[in-house]
T-cell receptor
Framework: NAGVTQTPKFRILKIGQSMTLQCAQDMNHNYMYWYRQDPGMGLKLIYYSVGAGITDKGEVPNGYNVSRSTTEDFPLRLELAAPSQTSVYFC??????????????FGPGTRLLVL | DAKTTQPNSMESNEEEPVHLPCNHSTISGTDYIHWYRQLPSQGPEYVIHGLTSNVNNRMASLAIAEDRKSSTLILHRATLRDAAVYYCILPSGNTPLVFGKGTRLSVIA
């Protein structure tokens, strides 16, 4: 299994440009997540999905959009890039049946610089 | 998630044991205690989790206080590769994991 994969690894955007961060998992996990991590800080949840066709906002959703058309893929869209979106973005997935014992698996991250 | 409190940073000598504490005085009876770590320039990775009894795996041990208001992650022999930020997390219900600032562990050769 490849686990959770993210592309690209690094990207420079100009203010106002748009882009899509790709995330895919091959573990048949129902839950998927997007986090961002600013330098020296903890991870903040942007959006998450409990299954195909279902998404929900996290702590910092403004400026982002997501979709979940398949179990495997969970892309994150930035429509109008702003310098405040300079960060490292991590995608994660987990299998949750019930309770709170499941493990989250993280991708390697996408480093985004908005100038 | 129930609130957790961890020291900002700790330091250890290589090949010595490390005890990373976490306080979670508001833990509920059904909350599991999870530990993740984040190596430099990588995404977080799962380390261990437990409910009431102490737990061991190939990476670490988790010691849980009898009243469950605190726990300790134990690395039996720290290596340079264990230098990372360690997060103690108590997931609740159906909400995603909430990562605080964790404890930054430095390992000295």
């Amino acid at each position: 299994n490849a686990g959770v994969t993210q592309t690209p690894k690094f990207r420079i955007l100009k203010i106002g440009q748009s882009m899509t961060l790709q995330c895919a998992q091959d573990m048949n996990h129902n839950y998927m997540y997007w986090y961002r991590q600013d330098p020296g800080m903890g991870l903040k949840l942007i959006y998450y999905s409990v299954g195909a066709g279902i998404t929900d906002k996290g702590e910092v959703p403004n400026g982002y959009n997501v979709s979940r058309s398949t179990t495997e893929d969970f892309p994150l869209r930035l429509e109008l890039a702003a310098p405040s979106q300079t960060s490292v973005y991590f995608c994660a997935s987990s299998y949750r049946a019930s309770g709170n014992r499941e493990t989250q698996y993280f991708g390697p991250g996408t480093r985004l610089l908005v100038l | 998630d129930a609130k957790t409190t961890q020291p900002n940073s700790m330091e250890s000598n290589e090949e010595e044991p490390v005890h990373l504490p976490c306080n979670h005085s508001t833990i509920s009876g059904t909350d599991y205690i999870h530990w993740y770590r984040q190596l430099p320039s990588q995404g977080p990775e799962y380390v261990i989790h437990g409910l009431t009894s102490n737990v061991n795996n190939r990476m670490a041990s988790l010691a849980i206080a009898e009243d469950r208001k605190s726990s300790t992650l134990i690395l039996h022999r720290a290596t340079l590769r264990d230098a990372a930020v360690y997060y103690c997390i108590l997931p609740s219900g159906n909400t995603p994991l909430v990562f605080g600032k964790g404890t930054r562990l430095s390992v000295i050769a």
